[in-house]
């Protein structure tokens, strides 16, 4: 044997490293998890099995049409001028709907600002979510009332904010778990670098989840990285999985997956729902500029809708009746948001005093007193 | 330069300029390429100079700002576009412990002549994070020099002087002004430092930078109509700060009234408020007084007037000022 081909061979046997946690190369093809192709057809991955039953599948296809209606609503409330700005999660509802629906009750979810569908999993009111986009609030709805966490605009930050709550957990000994939701820009922050760390030295039971939509308002996600995102996980030790985005039989049970591991005692797990932005970054954004439409035409063919459709069509799950009924309440739910948004009132400016401190603050209140007199003084001016 | 300008563009130009002008220098930024930016001021660059001169970096403030001191010493001239004044913080701690402080550690070995642009300050209707004014850290912090232009001719002579300059700028863009029109000379007329009255008066000096300049001359416009006459001075510079001419025009007037959108306390006025009361003590017929945004996180957009010195905010300081 030569020296050369004993080199060879030392690398290739590569050991203590298991074969799951090697890094393969930027050139090998990445695994996607799926178990709903995107023509509907029902695959198994000895993995990832999953039990579901018709009920439940025509509750995901409920979550994820109403998901998509809210979403369509909020669009065009900001055209009309009633809301400020708007994040469409258009493209990304499977992957928010399956990971939203794996979570327990006593979990907990960290999202950025585009997590509406994982909101309504929560059972955040969808009006609660239109508040900050509407400019009345900065988020305003209590985050442990639903373990949902304030959106959080600044990117990355959240998942340190998860890790920290998932310290906790460990600490208090139950058995919940935690989400943290980021995109694939987000990857490039040094918090979420951190926020790895964190939950792997302390084994913290907590899920990143990451929907790499393929962008970053105009970068692609090759200017944030060289391997496929889900291999970062290998580097902290812990496990990745790259989960078809669309696909939300997949999602579904990788999250549930993942969060079982967590909460077992195993530490973390990152998970790359592979998605695509259908829509603009936000109402501001104009893709036009940076991204060709045969690229957004390709992901049509693999929307996470018409597949789940055409899986309960095609198994005889679902009859004309229940189609109907969830156009309906589509409807229902547009109505309901449309006139929600349109009635809710203009906040009092001496909101800008409350709450800054949790205890009284001098200033604060010297500030808002004089803030009151200034207004009074233009009584029946314009300012009344 | 031809006709008129908007700041937007006048800062489009001046990058171009300064591109054209120095190979070693670099633009780099979240969506500044293709994007030409989220406030398109870099429109074309990276089409006309290359995606190795205007740069998209990855999604992470830090890591943009770091390694742009890195470049700065290997011989680059780096301008950083930082996408809304919310999201420096994250490379803070590169800007105050680092940037700033690296010529004097080197003893002079080293210069950082690296500029980071920042849009700041509200008025534009934006969720959290895209509205503050967070002038008072950086100028606060030594090492550093904090401008911020309020119309076009200063937007592009400005920022070509920041980038020109051996010592870290921060270029603060009034970005609720960046469509705002002005012609742009053909020199810039000042240094990088100085302040520049834009209206004179005799009654009161309106002290302003940015986005409050334009409100100021609106005050003082409609203060004539009341037969008050008052001076505005576009401070141009946070630090270093040109206190001779704001000496020289309160003197003048005997009563000076700093606005600014950010938060009254141990914000830029309390300084100025500071120095005009040692310098011009005798001179003075009134304390010299603060208008600005109040002790509390910016508020939501809904109600993001109130928070922001407006024309009348301004006329009630001015009147309580000549009260005295
Ligand atoms: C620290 C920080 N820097 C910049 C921004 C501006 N910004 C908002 S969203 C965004 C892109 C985020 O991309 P990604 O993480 O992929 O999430 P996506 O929007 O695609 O869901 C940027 C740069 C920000 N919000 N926070
Ligand atoms: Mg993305």
């Not at chain 1, 998970?271 to 501001?284: K, L, Q």
């Not at chain 2, 190795?52 to 700065?72: F, K, N, Q, W, Y």
């Not at chain 2, 003197?251 to 938060?263: C, F, L, S, W």
């Amino acid at each position: 044997m030569t020296v050369k081909s004993t080199a060879r061979a030392r690398k290739k046997a590569a050991p203590g490293v298991p074969d799951n946690l090697r890094n393969k190369g930027k050139d090998a093809q990445p695994e996607l998890v799926q178990l709903l192709t995107p023509e509907g057809e029902r695959v198994e991955n000895p993995e990832f099995p999953l039990v579901i039953t018709p009920e439940e599948l025509r509750a995901l296809y409920r979550d994820l049409v109403l998901v998509r209606r809210f979403d369509a609503e909020a669009t065009s409330l900001q055209r009309q001028g009633e809301l400020g700005l708007w994040a469409s999660l258009l493209g990304q509802e499977a992957a928010q709907v399956g990971s939203g629906r794996a979570m327990r009750p006593g979990d907990y979810a960290f999202p950025t600002y585009r997590e509406h569908g994982v909101a309504w999993c929560r059972d955040v009111d969808p009006l609660n979510l239109l508040g900050m986009f509407r400019g009345v609030n900065h988020g305003g709805w209590d985050p442990n009332e639903k373990n949902f966490h304030l959106y959080t605009i600044v990117i990355g930050a959240q998942t340190l904010h998860a890790t920290g709550y998932a310290m906790g957990i460990t600490k208090d000994g139950t058995d919940d778990a935690v989400i943290a939701y980021f995109g694939d820009g987000a990857s490039s922050q040094g918090d979420v670098s951190e926020a790895f760390t964190f939950a792997s030295v302390y084994n913290s039971p907590v899920v990143f989840f990451c929907q790499n939509n393929q962008w970053a308002i105009s970068e692609p996600t090759t200017v944030q990285t060289r391997i496929p995102l889900y291999r970062r996980a290998l580097g902290f030790g812990f496990p990745g999985v790259r989960v078809d985005g669309n696909d939300v039989l997949a999602c579904l049970a990788v999250t549930r997956w993942a969060l079982d591991h967590a909460r077992s005692g195993n530490g973390p797990v990152l998970i790359e729902a592979f998605t695509y932005r259908m829509g603009a970054h936000t109402t501001s954004d104009d893709p036009t500029r940076y991204r060709p439409t045969e690229e957004t035409e390709a992901w049509k063919a693999k929307d996470p809708i018409t597949r789940l459709k055409a899986y309960l069509d095609r198994e005889g799950l679902a009859d004309e009746a229940f189609f109907a009924g969830i156009e309906a309440e589509s409807e229902e739910l547009g109505l309901r948001v449309r006139e929600g948004v349109r009635s809710m009132p203009d906040p009092d400016p001496t909101l800008i005093f409350d709450h800054v401190y949790a205890e009284p603050h001098a200033l604060v209140e010297e500030e808002r007193a004089e803030y009151e007199a200034y207004a009074a003084s233009f009584e029946g001016g314009e300012n009344n | 330069m031809a006709g008129q300008l908007s700041i937007a563009k006048a800062l489009n130009e001046a990058l171009r300029k300064s591109l054209e002008n120095d190979p070693k220098t670099l633009l780099m930024g979240e969506d500044i390429g293709k994007l030409g930016g989220v406030f398109r001021i870099t429109d074309g660059l990276q089409k006309d100079f290359g995606d190795d001169r205007v740069i998209d970096t990855p999604l992470a403030e830090s890591g943009i700002m770091g390694t742009a001191i890195g470049l700065a010493l290997r011989g680059y001239r780096p301008v950083v576009e930082i996408q809304f004044d919310g999201f420096v913080y994250p490379a803070f701690d590169q800007i105050v412990s680092q940037l700033a402080k690296m010529h004097s550690r080197a003893l002079g070995h080293v210069k950082m002549p690296v500029t980071v642009r920042i849009p700041y300050a509200g008025g534009i209707g934006a969720v959290e994070h895209h509205s503050e004014s967070h002038e008072a850290y950086f100028a606060h912090t030594a090492g550093l020099r904090v401008v911020s232009p309020s119309n076009a001719h200063d937007a592009y002579w400005m920022l070509r002087q920041a980038i020109e300059s051996d010592d870290p700028v921060i270029f603060l863009e009034p970005k609720r002004r960046y469509w705002d029109k002005g012609e742009v000379g053909d020199s810039a007329g000042l240094s990088l430092h100085e302040a520049r009255v834009v209206r004179q008066g005799a009654d009161a000096t309106l002290i302003a930078y940015g986005p409050m300049v334009k409100v100021c001359l609106e005050a003082a416009a409609a203060a004539e109509e009341d037969g008050r006459s008052l001076e505005v001075v576009d401070l141009r510079s946070l630090s270093p700060v040109d206190f001779d001419a704001l000496e020289q025009s309160v003197k003048r007037t005997g009563r000076g009234i700093v606005v600014h959108e950010a938060p009254v306390f141990m914000g830029m006025g309390a300084e100025l408020a500071a120095r005009l009361t040692e310098r011009c003590f005798y001179h003075l017929e009134a304390p010299v007084l603060r208008v600005g945004g109040y002790h509390a996180p910016y508020p939501p957009s809904r109600v993001e007037e109130a928070f922001l010195p407006d024309l009348d905010r301004v006329l009630d300081a001015v009147d309580r000022a000549l009260a005295f």
